[in-house]
Each structure stands twice: as C-alpha cells, then as structure tokens.
C-alpha cells in the first residue's frame, strides 16, 4: 500500500511540475539556511572536553581591586606571583600553568627557511589533565620540569615537516637559536574552542606546535606571544624581573579537581591565599576569586560567538517562512483535486486512505527538497567566512551526521507542513463533489 500511494504521489508531482518545483526549492533554500548556520553553531558550541569538563576548574584571583575590575569580575589569567604561589602550595590533585610562545624553528637542512611556530610553556601535568594524545614518546618529567632541561614537545604536523613522519624522540631541533631535545610528539589535537587559552583569544586558532616546560621557558627569558594585561596603566616594568613582580596578568592556569569536597577546598584555599595577601598590604580589598569548570568558563569567556546564535536563529525563522509558503503550495495542491478525493471516497477509500496518500507525497516533496537543501548546504559552506571569522568558518564542514540531519529536517519538517492541508482534503464530502459534478 505504501508503494502504492509513493506512486500515485509520483504520478500527481508530475501533473503541475512549476507547483512541485516552488515546493522543492521552498523546502530546499529554507533548510540550507538553516544546516549551514547549524554546522557552525555544533563547531563553537560543543564541549571539547567531555569526558572531563566538569573536573577541570580555572582559578581567578583578583589582584588589582574593584576600580579596575569589569562588572566585579577578577581578571582572566594570573600574574607571575600569584600563578607560582598556586603551583607551590599544590592544593589540587594535578594543576598547570601555561602561556602562548612564538618561536623560530630552525630547519636542519640549511637550504629550508626558519619559519614561526606557536605553541605554549606549560608543566608536566598538562598532557594528563588535558588527554592529549601521543603518536611518540610522552611528555617531559617532573624532575626536568624543576631541573629546566631543554626539552620540548611537538606535534604530529610539525614532526612531519621537520622528519618526515619518522620517530624523533631523541633527537635534537633549534629554537630560537636554542638547542632542544625531543621527548614527545603528539597526535593530532586541536580541541574546539580551545577552553585552556581563552585569554589569549586563542579558541579558533591553528593547532599549537610545540610545548616547552614552563621553568625553563622563564629561566630563558622567553616573552608571552599571547595577551599580557596590565591594567589601566598598561605599565610592564622597566626589566624581566620587574615584570615577573609586578602584577600584569599573562598566565592562564588550570586544576583538576575530581569531588565537590575538593571543589570546595581549593575554593577555601583561593580565599585565604587573597586574604593573607590582604593582610600582608598587598591587596586592600575583599577577597573576590572565581573557580569555574569548563563550561562555565566558556560561558563566562563567550566562547559561543554572537553572530552564530543571531544567524541560527535568523535561519530557523527563514526555514518557518519556507515552511508556510509550503502549507500554502500543498493546500492549493491539495484542495485542486477535491473532485477526485470525492471519487476516491464514494468508492470505499477511507480518510486514513487520503491521509497516507497525501502525506506520502508531501514526504516526496521533502526528500527532493532535502536533496536540494544538501547541494545548497554544500555551496553554503563555501560562503561561511563571509558571515564568520575565517578561524570560525573554516570549522564548519559537511559530514554524514548533517547529510543524514539535512535530509531527516527537510522531510519531518515537509510532512508536518503538510498536516494541515491533508486534513483540509480529507474532510471533503464524496456527496457534494459528486452532485457537483
């Protein structure tokens, strides 16, 4: 019965090919609006860390006090001070520290240009607490975290430019005219956003490159590539030293923290710690600390860009439009062949019947206007970074999941659409179409 009514939904599309055509491309254009501004919606807005989100916290301490503060909030990062008084104290179970760093590699092969790679200074517990993948070796220790060995971290692309893919664990690269050894390199890891390095505005950026411990990175002199805010009077100090005791805030830091009593604790400990500065005459406000997960710090940094709320919901009033130009389309359609609905009826077709033949078609119009809505979301694609940043556009791609999305929307959507206008054709009497004609 289903092949049946597929067939006569075939036969009557094809009597009135322009009403078919402006129900497809109706259906079509309102649901590629609406998967392409989806696709980038998914890209910014999913959690690049589940299976730990709600374990990893960022500390805030509020150094400079409330004239300086945007809406009461401490700021983003920690300044040299506060950051190594963290990782000293050790009131959580792992924790790290880390900044932006640009550096010049130096290729080996002498005819090969140095190039810019960025990447970070971190300490040993960030591979662990972040998961990141290793294709060779591991990370640095603890011990040549604190010894400050010349030690570094690559990623997979990088190990692929510089060796050829080969296991390099071992081996020694330069830079910025500085000799390191290679204890690692990793898979391919890109988590988006990119929630440990907010502040830098970091989230859409390429992936990192190299890792570099963060004692040594200090030790060296080596200068934040990231953001480095020192308040109102933007003054950095006059030498290294003098900035790294003064309260600029350039280091994003990080802890885990598995139990609400541990959750607690560490919030105590933030607490006291302002407060004991406090006391000591460097702080002469309140303590006023933030620990947030990870998605409360994405919520709090705008992780999600206005823009793509604003396009999602601008495309799922379009879609709407679409959808009711559609009843319109299907209602004309429909209530045009009342004189054979009245035929059909007064020779034993039930309403059931004229529902499942009607709906059937209208499931027809939807799967052609999703195979539509597939091409236009594929050309779509091509014009995101016309709306979004180019980091942002360029995470928007065209998988199995939205193909299998586009089609299902475009034919649910069609067929609900197509309700009304159905049982506006199934309440026609076969008494008065037959008297009529």
Known sequence: MFVHN???????????PLLTALMIMSIGFGVAASMVTYAVFRAVSGDPIPQKSSQLFVPQIDNRGPQYNRQGEPPDALNYTDAVALMRAHRAPHQTLLFQVGMSVMPDDA????????????????????????????????????????????????????????????????????QYRIVGVTENWDPKPRFFDMFSGNAYARPSQVYIPFNYAVDQKIDTYGNNNCGSDGKRGDNWDS????????????????????????????????????????????????????????????????????????????????????????LAKFMRRAPEIGVRRALGASRA????????????????????????????????????????????????????????????????AAFYPTWRAAQVQPAWQLKSN
């Not at 597929?6 to 009135?16: E, I, Q, T, V």
């Not at 240009?113 to 603890?142: C, E, H, I, N, R």
């Not at 560490?266 to 406090?278: P, S, T």
């Open 6 to 16: 597929l067939r006569l939904g075939a036969f009557s599309l094809r009597r009135n």
């Open 111 to 178: 005819h090969k240009m140095p190039f810019k790679a960025l990447g970070y200074a971190t300490t040993v517990d960030f591979f662990s607490m972040f998961d990141v993948p290793f294709q060779y070796g591991g990370s640095w220790s603890a011990e040549q975290d604190e010894a400050r060995e010349p030690v570094v971290v690559i990623s997979r692309a990088l190990n692929q430019k510089l060796f050829g893919g080969e296991n390099s664990v071992g081996r020694r690269m330069t830079l910025d005219d500085r």
């Open 243 to 330: 900035w790294l005791r003064g309260e600029c805030v350039w280091i994003s830091a990080w802890v885990e923290l598995n139990t609400a009593d541990q959750v607690q604790a560490y919030r105590q400990y933030l607490d006291g710690y302002a407060q004991d500065q406090r006391n000591s005459g460097r702080f002469n406000w309140a303590p006023n600390n933030r620990l947030r997960d990870v998605h409360a710090w994405l919520e709090h940094e705008h992780a999600v860009p206005p823009e793509s709320r604003i396009s999602l919901s601008l495309a799922l009033g379009f879609l709407v439009i679409c959808l009711v130009n559609t009843v319109g389309l299907l």
């Open 353 to 416: 019947d004229i529902y499942r033949q009607f709906l059937a078609e209208a499931a027809m119009v939807g799967l052609a206007g999703g195979a539509l809505g597939l091409l236009l979301t594929g050309l779509g694609m091509f014009g995101v970074g016309m709306v979004f940043e180019p980091q942002i556009a360029m995470l928007a791609h065209l998988d199995l999941s939205l193909v299998f999305l586009t089609l299902l929307l475009a034919v649910t959507a069609t067929v609900l």
